[in-house]
């Protein structure tokens, strides 16, 4: 069984600080890849947020069209407030999937979410900021996967240094 691709799409981002957040949440949940458009980034990139070094692991890729060069079967997924979007708890994600993410001060562009496969929304009152909304989908994504995870193993195996707790039985 191949590794399903989780490409996430960022457009025109203009916050280091959620970029990074970003980064982080495809490291903690295995996305393949993170690409993003506009020139906002791009700048503001110096400001090294990746506190764990994910794009040593994970491309970090900017390019003009997030659409652009995309394996066969990889399905696009708008995750914006769109009139007419399926709610992410009705949502069935598919293998392999481009979920692009708006702006953080904006909106996808209609052209893009006319590409799209799907479109989701997350119900929430008001909107979340662009690094939470990728936590949320990612998780989501991860919590509806049937796999057989040995969850004790995953926690020695993630935590740091600073956290050696253990839940004692009563």
Known sequence: ????????????????????AVMRAAGCFGASEVRFNGQRFARAAKFHTDTKNVTQRI??????????????????????????ATALPQFTHPENALYVFGPEDGSLPQEIVDRADEVVFIPTVGCLNLAATVNVLLYDRHAKRATHTDYAALIQQSRDTNNRLIKKAR
Do not use: H, R, W
Not at 1 to 20: E, H
Not at 65 to 82: P, R, S
């Open 1 to 20: 069984m191949s590794t399903p691709s989780v490409l996430i799409g960022l457009y025109n981002p203009k916050s280091p600080t959620n970029v990074g």
């Open 59 to 84: 491309p970090l890729q900017q390019q003009d069209n997030l659409l652009d060069n995309l394996a066969d079967g990889v399905k696009v997924v708008c995750v914006e407030l769109v009139e007419g």
